[in-house]
């Protein structure tokens, strides 16, 4: 066996190479010294999705005009581009992940039952899919995803062993995965961390194959500024560049690579530096010594002019031949901030090419209790997409991918809770060849516009008496709609314990009674105790589920659930992103019936903007517990926001051959409070 080819659809968290998965195949590939090639994933663009794995050729997918044309058709492409469902890097390290990319669609054998386009059963498959001429014969299909893409680049480097044997010409695994990236075609309007060094290029990879270079082995390390930097195995430092905050436009500063050379001449020798893809952020001396095992700084320059994100591909090149032997990415992201005062927003409009996608990277300030996206499609049909660049957050009962076509219209997102951080909003115009009914299909020029809002509020119980709870309320974010508040009443029990010494996790377990409203856990650290992490685990059906996930470690943390079914729920807390940690924690559990609702009426104002005082009837309390107290818990929630996410989940049509289950929505919070009951 000379090739290894892997499809896997595993997608672990952080995605870098010293995490166990990756462990794995950097060391197949250091025992047996054979390409292997992965494919990068389908995650959709957006920044950091491509796997990272080590020692492995991660493969991204590719379009070219021709294909769409014969397979999609209804539109034209103006030139080669990287697949829009292609995961995009960097590498969990800052690594250039993918490597490459390559063709995604082909006409491929299948298996002879039935009929099937991108996973869904169809009669017939019908060429080209917009504007069928026509009928693809059975046991034939559209082959799809980097799942192909990684097949198709293991048949290039075939061809390039093969071609070799038959010359007398010797090569290695760095031989050909030097030819591979170093003459992959560069597209230009595509940023380096989407495509890594470009779309594989068979005939010029056997140029570069041909060429008798002496390839070093130099290990590069850079900075990391990202939210799973802190559990990586040499904290804040990767095998790139990699900064997804703490910039602005305008802004300049230094930042420095480390390469140490580990084989080759004894000497100290100097190495050519050059950038590909590089818009001007980066900046380095043109050359540098490296002399054998020893790390040696290169600095780089970095002066970010826009919002958005910056990345290029660093090159090493040999001294002897010109040719490049090594290649590093830096990247860096500097999101726009989202207003956080009453009554303000972000404005953003543009359009999208199609096939194409338009990115937006967004700063979620501290204290953000909801965010609210409002699209407006003008023209054409577009596919939102919102993700907060912590992976941690892609939790099942968090979803924050609202990825499907959208035609022309309205339409609000909300995302309750969300982690602070950089976020990125991305549009993509790809309905041409993903969308199955065909009245969803747009080949022309996608218009949007949009505005993102951030919620908060507060709320202070003023009094209880004769019945009535009087508050105090404060709109803090962006304007509300119709607030309200909700009320449950329930029970507050207090735990607290050490961390474990073994790193195993301390467990509450809740019994939950039917017909509860909420299930809230606040923790927190005791003063100078290790930061901590929550996990939720629903036991309802009598096995265990992972439900959710509070975020990386932090002194505080919060998960709460609305309506959660009855029955056993287990909390395990972590300390980190060490398990084993130090000190003590406290966790405030509230559980709570179902809330009474009033509206906060324009007769609640006060005199100062964005303010209310406003009395509830009192709900009933559940009876004395000996273990915790009665409390209630108080949400201010906009209930026109509530209403849009009924709206919009209603409308999405049922997957093929099934059933549509009815849409479930939850109350959001901008606003959440426990008081004891006085």
Not at 311 to 334: K, Y
Request: net charge negative; aromatic share 8%; charged share 15%.
């Amino acid at each position: 066996m000379d090739i290894l080819t892997d499809s896997r659809g595993l997608s672990p968290v952080p995605d870098v190479g010293s995490e166990f998965y990756g462990l794995i195949f950097s060391r197949i590939a250091g025992a047996y010294h054979k390409p292997i090639f992965h494919s990068g994933g389908n995650d959709l663009p957006a920044i950091g999705q491509a796997s990272g794995l080590e020692g492995v050729f991660s493969v991204g997918g590719s379009m070219s005009p021709s294909t769409y044309s014969a397979l999609f058709g209804g539109g034209t492409l103006d030139r080669v581009i990287k697949h829009p469902l292609s995961a995009e890097g960097p590498g969990g390290g800052g690594t250039l992940k993918p490597d490459f990319i390559a063709p995604m669609h082909r006409i491929s054998a299948d298996v002879c039952v039935g009929a099937y386009s991108y996973g869904a059963p169809v009669t017939k498959i019908e060429l080209p899919k917009n504007s069928p001429k026509v009928v693809l014969p059975s046991c034939y299909q559209i082959s799809c995803c980097t799942s192909a893409s990684g097949p198709y680049a293991a048949g290039v480097a075939a061809v390039l062993e093969s071609a070799a044997r038959q010359e007398g010409q010797t090569f290695s695994l760095e031989s050909i995965g030097r030819a591979l990236r170093s003459s992959a075609q560069f597209l230009p309007d595509t940023p380096a961390f989407a495509q890594g060094a470009g779309v594989l290029n068979v005939e010029a990879a056997w140029k570069e194959l041909q060429r008798q270079v002496n390839i070093p082995e130099i290990k590069v390390t850079g900075p990391l500024v990202y939210p799973m930097a802190k559990y990586a195995q040499h904290p804040n430092e990767g095998g790139g560049l990699l900064e997804l905050s703490g910039w602005t436009p305008g802004q300049m500063g230094q930042r420095s690579f480390h390469l140490q050379r580990e084989s080759g001449p004894a000497a100290p020798g100097p190495y050519r530096i050059s950038w590909t893809g590089n818009d001007g952020t980066f900046k380095t001396a043109s050359s540098i010594t490296l002399p054998l095992n020893e790390s040696v700084a290169l600095p780089v320059r970095i002066a970010v002019s826009s919002y958005g994100s910056h990345s290029a591909i660093l090159n090493i090149h040999d001294p002897e031949t010109g040719a490049i032997v090594v290649r590093t990415l830096a990247t860096v992201v500097v999101p726009q901030p989202i207003p956080a005062t009453p009554g303000n927003f972000l404005k953003l409009q543009g359009t999208v090419p199609l096939m194409r996608s338009r990115d937006y990277y967004l700063s979620v300030a501290d204290g953000t209790q909801a965010l609210k996206v409002d699209v407006d499609i003008t023209q054409g049909s577009l596919s939102p997409m919102l993700r907060c660049l912590d992976p941690s957050q892609m939790v099942p009962n968090r979803p924050t991918n609202m990825y499907r076509t959208l035609k022309t219209g309205k339409y609000t997102f909300v995302v309750p809770r969300p982690s602070s951080g950089t976020w990125s909003l991305t549009l993509t115009n790809d309905s041409g060849w993903r969308a199955q009914d065909i009245k969803e299909v747009s080949t022309e020029e996608a218009k949007y516009a949009l505005t993102v809002s951030a919620l908060s509020g507060d709320l202070d119980m003023k009094q209880e008496e004769a019945g009535r709870i009087l508050f105090h309320l404060k709109n803090t974010g962006a304007n509300l709609i119709e607030p309200v508040i909700d009320v449950y009443p329930g029970t507050l029990t207090l735990h607290k314990a050490p961390f474990s010494p073994t790193g195993e996790p301390n467990l509450i377990e809740v019994n939950i009674a039917k017909d509860a409203g909420t299930l809230q856990f606040d923790a927190r650290a005791e003063p100078g105790a290790s930061d901590l992490e929550l996990f939720l685990y629903d036991c309802t059906s009598g096995a265990c589920f992972f439900s959710d996930y509070a975020g990386t470690a932090a002194l505080k943390a919060t998960i709460a659930v609305h309506n959660p079914k009855p029955g056993k729920w287990i909390l395990a807390v972590n300390a980190a992103p060490s398990m084993v940690g130090h000190g003590q924690f406290v966790v405030d559990e509230f559980v709570g019936a179902k809330a009474t609702r009033q509206a906060v009426g324009s007769d609640a104002k006060t005199s100062v903007p964005n303010e209310w005082h406003t009395a509830v009837n009192q709900p009933s309390l559940p009876p004395a517990d000996a273990e915790g107290a009665r409390a209630f818990l108080c949400e201010l929630v906009d209930a026109a926001l509530e209403r849009a996410q009924l709206e919009r989940q209603s409308s999405i049509p049922p997957t093929p051959g099934e059933s549509k289950a009815p849409p479930v929505v939850s109350p959001i919070a901008v606003a959440t409070k426990v008081f004891p009951a006085l």
